[in-house]
């Protein structure tokens, strides 16, 4: 594993797995659309030119492996799925979460309230492990998630109503 032990992945991998779309399928303009219209812009860790001097220095080891623009149509599948969409996760936004959840036919979704990308290793009371391993266990019963809805996993202020302007259209 490279760098921190602290943020549980390795960055390489991380780039694997990302810089196909993030180069192929984002811009610069997109992500200072992003910026922009961030509802939370301190959350937002990178400006515009961050974000591509990090992708083209960084991404420009990786072959590109996504050739194919359909990769990033919607799923449609009735394979069950279980989607956790997190309302502060800057990475995918909450409108990219529900358009996600919006073509699986069998599919559960919990949404937390206060938390960002990748809950489920940041879950310290292991609720987002019980749900995940609730779901693996029997992907046809719906997982008992109540405990996303404990006050520790809630807001004490509202989240704004409108979707981001870059948000899927519906």
């Not at 009371?125 to 019963?141: E, K, Q, V």
Request: some cysteine.
């Amino acid at each position: 594993m490279t760098g921190s032990d602290e943020s549980g992945m390795a960055p390489g991998m991380n780039l694997a797995v990302n810089c196909s779309d993030e180069l192929t399928y984002s811009t610069r303009e997109t992500a200072q659309t992003y910026i922009d219209a961030a509802p939370y812009p301190g959350l937002v860790r990178y400006d515009a030119d961050t974000f591509e001097t990090l992708y083209l220095l960084s991404c420009k080891f990786f072959p590109p492996t996504v050739l194919d623009r359909s990769t990033m149509d919607p799923v449609k599948s009735d394979t069950p799925a279980l989607l956790f969409i997190e309302a502060l996760d800057i990475q995918t936004p909450r409108p990219y979460g529900l358009a996600a959840g919006e073509t699986p036919s069998r599919k559960q979704v919990v949404e937390w309230e206060n938390e960002g990308h990748v809950i489920a290793h940041r879950s310290t009371d292991g609720c987002a492990g019980r749900i995940a391993s609730a779901f693996l266990n029997s992907p046809t019963t719906p997982a008992d998630a109540t405990c996303a809805q404990a006050d520790r996993y809630r807001l004490k202020f509202s989240l704004p109503n409108d979707p981001l302007p870059f948000a899927p259209a519906r």
